[in-house]
C-alpha cells in the first residue's frame, strides 16, 4: 500500500527566503506526481504535475525535481511572498490505480512579511 | 484543464438529516471521484463515480452512506447520508484530464458541519 510522508509538518519563513517542501512515497510504481496548493477552507489548485519518466518541472517560482527510484520528490519555491501562505500537499498516482490519488498530510506554510 | 463548481458550497444541517452535493464540470470527462478531507486532515478517497454503473467504493466507504450518482459524463452528486457529527468535513469532487498526463483538477469543497 503505497505511503505518503510530507516534512516538515509546518514551515514558517521571512519573505524572500527560498522555500523546500519534501515529499516521499514507499512504492516507486508511480504514473505520476502532482504538488497543490490549498488555501483555508478551499479546494486543492494544481500547481505542478510530474510523470513518472521526468525528473523536473518548472512554473515561474516553483520548481520540482522527482526521484522515483528514491522515493522523493521536492517543489521549491523561490523568493517566497506573503500570498505563498497556504498549505501544500502532494500526491502520487501509482501504476495499479487509475485516477486515484494518494495524498500526504500536507505542508502548511506561512511566509511573514 | 477542466472547471469544476460544486453546490452548495457550505452547509450546516442536523444529524440523522442527508445531504446531496452536486458536482458540475466544464467538459465530458471519463474519471471523475470523490474525496473526503476531515478537519485538520489530508483527503481520503471516497468512491470513483462510474458513468452508467455503480460507484467503486474504497475500503471503509460504503453505498448505504454515501451513495453516489453520476448519470453522465459532467455530472455527479455525492450524498452524505443519516449525518453525524463526525461527517463534518470538507468534500471535494476531481476530474482527470483526458490526456495521457492524467492529471486531476478539483472543485472547490463543499464544507459540511453536521450539528
Known amino acids: 500500500k503505497q505511503e505518503v510522508t510530507q516534512i516538515p509538518a509546518a514551515l514558517s519563513v521571512p519573505e524572500g527566503e527560498n522555500l523546500v517542501l519534501n515529499c516521499s512515497f514507499t512504492?516507486?510504481?508511480?504514473?505520476?506526481l502532482q504538488w497543490f496548493r490549498q488555501d483555508p477552507g478551499k479546494g486543492l489548485t494544481s500547481l505542478l504535475l510530474?510523470?513518472?519518466?521526468?525528473r523536473e518541472q518548472t512554473s515561474g517560482r516553483l520548481n520540482a525535481s522527482l526521484d522515483k527510484s528514491s522515493g522523493r520528490s521536492t517543489l521549491y519555491i523561490a523568493a517566497s511572498q506573503p500570498g505563498d501562505s497556504a498549505t501544500y500537499l502532494c500526491?502520487?498516482?501509482?501504476?495499479?490505480?487509475?485516477?486515484?490519488?494518494?495524498f500526504g498530510a500536507g505542508t502548511q506554510v506561512v511566509v511573514t512579511p | 484543464s477542466a472547471v469544476i463548481s460544486q453546490k452548495p458550497s457550505r452547509d450546516i444541517c442536523q444529524r440523522g438529516t442527508s445531504l446531496t452535493i452536486q458536482c458540475q464540470v466544464d467538459?465530458?470527462?471519463?474519471?471523475m471521484f470523490w474525496y473526503r478531507q476531515q478537519p485538520g486532515q489530508s483527503l481520503t478517497l471516497i468512491a470513483t463515480?462510474?458513468?452508467?454503473?455503480?460507484?467503486?467504493?474504497e475500503s471503509g466507504f460504503v453505498i448505504d452512506k454515501f451513495p453516489i450518482s453520476r448519470p453522465n459524463l459532467t455530472f455527479s452528486t455525492l450524498t452524505v447520508s443519516n449525518m453525524s457529527p463526525e461527517d463534518s468535513s470538507i468534500y471535494l469532487c476531481?476530474?482527470?484530464?483526458?490526456?495521457?498526463?492524467?492529471?486531476?483538477?478539483f472543485g472547490p469543497g463543499t464544507r459540511l458541519t453536521v450539528t
Open positions: 467538459s465530458q470527462v471519463t474519471m
Open positions: 500526491a502520487v498516482m501509482t501504476t495499479d490505480s487509475w485516477g486515484k490519488l494518494q
Open positions: 476531481s476530474v482527470v484530464s483526458s490526456s495521457f498526463s492524467y492529471e486531476q483538477y
Open positions: 510530474i510523470q513518472s519518466s521526468q
Open positions: 463515480a462510474n458513468q452508467g454503473s455503480e460507484a467503486t467504493y
Open positions: 512504492d516507486s510504481a508511480i504514473y505520476n
